[in-house]
């Protein structure tokens, strides 16, 4: 920490990763004190405050987000990582829940930061994550010595080519809840106001995520931003039917007070069958060229592309018989080409039987990440001087 009078500067990392944007700030430059600490880091971001103006945050949850890093606690790995969901109106940082976004920024950021020696082609980034207790590796692309920036690869909802980062999730299943299927069934139902009853998929992978069809819910899953985000009565039957997934799959209980900014837990996703749509950049997306529809909403809101976790899940979802994206996915295969708000996205997972529940083996899809900046973020020292 820096101290200029009235302010302290702490050093921090803005990375992009994937469609994510966030900060990435060791531990060893925060208070030890959790409570301070969290403290530190809303007034970094500038929350709660939906518009964050007064910080580093972006005013939405895909650029609120936080990653703290530090030396491996385990010897199979070259740093940790534990994510952070900083809310946009409340003075809380959610901490049961992963970005599998961001960890392509932690990966690139630990190979440029020296927490692993660089092997061409590919760097192994071995990162240990606090938040599900499991290792995920980081593909890094190294030439002639030095990390490879420049590349061919895009994703939807990312200006540009770079370089592609594959992150690899094995033993993904049963990442918060223990079970791949939570509550043992490929499919349950929830009841919203009026007594009507909605069949939901819960599948825990990377994150546990409640699948519901667009058409249960009366869209038809090719949807943009301003079709759901602007329409208060269905995002009040989305959250009731999240909250009713989260208590099944026990990451709810039943008598506390719950919304989008204090449960990010579980996520809920629109699944539909493949069709033909245009996304938020104008562009046609054919239903022969994916396999499945998907809306990702988080915090409130429908992601303006989708989140890796979701991806994953669905992509394990797809392959195991009976739920609902089994149902309405086109191709049985372990990859799944998903249509999202800003285009597609490619994901693929490997499923086992067990005789109790599913094993997802491995999940995988390909990131990119890019440092935005480095330097120090400023808070008022009254901040620190509030734990005295």
Not at 32 to 40: E, I, K
Not at 152 to 176: C, H, Q, W, Y
Request: aromatic letters at 4%; one cysteine or more.
């Amino acid at each position: 920490m820096y101290g200029f009078g009235q302010v302290v500067g702490i050093p921090a990392v803005m990375m992009r990763g994937g469609t994510s944007k966030g900060l990435i700030l060791r531990t060893c430059d925060l208070p030890s004190d959790r409570a301070l600490r969290d403290q530190v880091i809303l007034r970094m971001f500038g929350s709660p405050d939906s518009n964050q103006i007064d910080g580093l945050g972006g005013g939405s949850s895909l650029t609120s987000k936080l990653a703290l890093v530090g030396p491996p606690s385990i010897p199979e790995a070259h740093i940790d990582y534990t994510f952070g969901q900083v809310s946009l109106d409340k003075n809380v940082i959610d901490y049961k829940v992963t970005c599998g976004n961001l960890t392509a920024a932690v990966g690139l950021y630990a190979a440029e930061e020296g927490y692993v020696a660089l092997t061409e082609p590919i760097t192994e980034v071995r990162i240990y994550n606090t938040n599900i207790d499991k290792l995920i590796i980081a593909e890094i692309p190294v030439e002639n010595g030095a990390i490879q920036y420049e590349g061919r690869f895009s994703i939807a909802g990312v200006p540009g080519e770079s370089s592609k980062i594959m992150l690899n999730f094995p033993d993904a299943g049963g990442t918060f809840t223990g079970k791949t299927l939570p509550t043992g069934n490929a499919v349950d139902a929830v009841q919203v106001s009026g007594g009507r009853r909605i069949e939901i998929s819960i599948v825990d992978c990377v994150n546990t995520i409640v699948f519901v069809h667009a058409r249960d819910v009366g869209l038809a899953g090719t949807e943009l931003r301003e079709g759901i985000n602007g329409n208060a009565a269905l995002l009040d039957t989305l959250e009731q039917v999240r909250v009713g997934g989260g208590i099944l799959a026990g990451l709810i209980r039943p008598d506390e007070p719950v919304g989008p900014g204090t449960h990010s837990l579980p996520k809920l996703v629109l699944v539909a069958e493949p069709a033909d749509y245009v996304t938020s950049a104008h562009e046609m997306i054919r239903a022969a060229d994916i396999d499945i529809l998907s809306r990702y909403i988080s915090m409130g809101g429908l992601h303006k592309a989708h989140a890796v976790g979701g991806a994953l899940a669905l992509a394990a979802a797809c392959q195991i018989p009976g739920t609902i994206p089994n149902r309405l996915a086109a191709s049985s295969g372990s990859a799944v080409r998903i249509g999202h708000p800003s285009g597609t996205m490619y994901a693929e997972a490997a499923v086992a039987r067990t005789a109790s529940d599913w094993l997802v083996t491995r999940a995988a899809c390909g990131r990119t990440a890019r440092r935005l900046m480095a330097g120090d973020a400023y808070i008022p020292a009254a901040v620190l001087a509030s734990a005295t």
